[in-house]
């Protein structure tokens, strides 16, 4: 495997790193369009769906400027899904279930009655 290859894969895994944690850590649609507050999961989901078919199409085209492309069966697509959402963990996770710090009440209503 030459340094060209390494490099190829290197830069698959971390575009599908980055792609894979987007939807979770921004609130604009596709990364780029208009800011949607707040951002539904379906469409968070739906934008991973696209960001894995970008990674997919990314690691083809660099297959394909190696040599030949290989075919690939479902298992390889089972495969990459499922490790394309163990990428995706941790922006799930910084979204959906760190605790969130509460917020200070101030005012009248926080003293407690006589």
Not at 3 to 9: G, R
Not at 49 to 59: D, F, K, Q, S
Not at 93 to 101: E, G, P, T
């Amino acid at each position: 495997m030459g340094a060209s290859a390494q490099t190829s894969i290197w830069l698959v895994l971390i575009t599908a790193v980055v792609l894979a944690n987007l939807p979770f850590l921004n609130e604009r649609l596709l990364a780029l369009g208009p800011v949607r507050s707040p951002k539904s999961f379906a469409w968070r989901l739906l934008e991973l769906a696209l960001y894995a078919g970008l990674v997919i199409g990314l690691g083809r085209l660099l297959e394909a400027g190696a040599g030949q492309v290989s075919a690939q069966g479902w298992q390889f697509y089972a495969v990459f899904g499922c490790v394309f959402l163990t990428f995706a963990f941790p922006g799930f996770v910084w979204r959906y279930l760190r605790r969130q710090r509460p917020v200070a009440v101030t005012g009248a209503s926080a003293e407690p009655a006589a």
